[in-house]
């Protein structure tokens, strides 16, 4: 269900398949933190999609792009310091050389869909196993891969496609297999 993209210079890009289904977006009235902007709602997911799975690495940024722009440095540590506009031409760069596919950011739906992983929960898990954050983070950027995946397993490679590749750019998160830039 992952598939491996090279970016540059033997640098990978891992995905997994999303598939297509239905799932209610948003949070319970009772939830902890909840936005009044987050009314539980019914949103379907047409069609399948590719996603990042884990946040973009400083090492995949300098292969496309040849710089570096996060303050904490490490090849396999998320990028942080970036903007939208970092990231459209992160993904306008790797558009120009792919040649079977094309990256883009997902919707909001597709990410909260694909985070999700099927369950219907806040979280899939206990927070301290599925993400960094102020709270066991010790204040520093943590690699990539090293929290429990949230279990979406989607279909095998054969199904990648042109325009079904989808990604989310996240900086200091890493809660498992899908976040990451596409």
């Known amino acids: 269900s ?14 997994e398949y999303i598939p297509a289904g239905t799932f209610m977006m948003g949070s319970p009235e009772s939830e902890e933190e909840r936005l009044d902007d987050e009314k539980l709602h019914p949103v ?7 996603l990042g799975k ?7 940024m300098r292969a496309v792009m040849g710089v570096n722009p996060s303050q904490s ?14 990231c459209q031409d992160f993904l306008n760069k790797i558009n120009q050389r792919a040649k079977t596919i094309t990256f883009r950011l997902p919707t909001e739906a ?3 869909y694909a985070a999700r992983g099927g369950t219907t929960g806040a979280r899939y898990g206990e927070l301290d196993g599925i993400a960094w954050y102020d709270g066991n983070s010790g204040q520093r950027t943590h690699a990539v891969k090293g929290k429990r995946a949230n279990g979406v397993r989607g279909q095998p490679c054969r199904r990648f496609r042109r325009n079904l590749l989808n990604s989310e750019f996240a900086a200091h998160r890493d809660a498992g ?3 990451g830039i596409a």
């Open 44 to 50: 379907t997911i047409s069609k399948p999609f590719y």
């Open 2 to 15: 992952a598939c491996t993209e090279e970016l540059l210079d033997g640098v990978p890009l891992d995905m």
């Open 177 to 179: 297999s899908v976040i």
């Open 110 to 112: 597709e990410w909260e």
């Open 73 to 86: 440095k490490g090849d396999n540590l998320p990028v942080e310091q970036v903007s939208w506009n970092d």
């Open 54 to 60: 884990y946040p973009v690495t400083q090492a995949q």
